[in-house]
């Protein structure tokens, strides 16, 4: 009898049945991979808006703030951040709040659903530090179990703590 070649039943069997496992196992780990991955470049993104506040209000001598957005054009009242945010040259005059001068960035909403807090806004003085003087700023981000906080020292230099405890 001449043989053709191929797979035979039982050998197919086995390999579908050792993919699924493989799939059963590989796909949850995989997702929480993509979440960390997301939070990650959220974290990112907001560091590096705050990186160029601070650059800019020395770079430029003025006042430069962020402040959550949905238009990304004007500040929006409250402190959440997941509907996008703009970096703007800060032309008020006091000390309690900011008005928006020339838009320099803007943040996109978030994909994913997280929650994405912080404050009203960020507000960088020409000498780097952020107003009001010695106070910190704080921001949380939470997709699922992955619970991530950008702090900010009074010296307006930001860093992310992956522990969920608050900044100092």
Not at 38 to 64: C, F, P, Y
Not at 139 to 163: A, M, N, W
Request: charged share 15%; with cysteine; hydrophobic share 35%.
């Amino acid at each position: 009898m001449n043989r053709q070649p191929g797979f035979t039943l039982i050998e197919l069997i086995v390999t579908v049945a050792v993919a699924a496992i493989l799939l059963t196992v590989g796909i949850p780990s995989f997702q929480q991979t993509m979440r960390k991955n997301r939070a990650v470049a959220h974290m990112n993104e907001t560091i590096s808006a705050l990186n160029l506040a601070r650059s800019e209000a020395a770079k430029r001598g003025v006042r430069v703030s962020l402040c959550p957005s949905t238009d990304q054009a004007t500040c929006t009242d409250g402190t959440n951040w997941n509907n996008g945010w703009i970096v703007f040259t800060d032309t008020s005059t006091n000390d309690s709040t900011a008005t928006v001068g020339t838009v320099l960035r803007v943040g996109e909403s978030l994909s994913g659903s997280p929650t994405f807090t912080g404050p009203t806004s960020v507000r960088y003085q020409s000498t780097g530090g952020i107003l009001p003087e010695g106070t910190s700023v704080e921001f949380t981000y939470t997709l699922d179990s992955i619970t991530q906080r950008v702090c900010v020292s009074p010296v307006g230099r930001p860093r992310v703590e992956k522990v969920a405890s608050s900044c100092p």
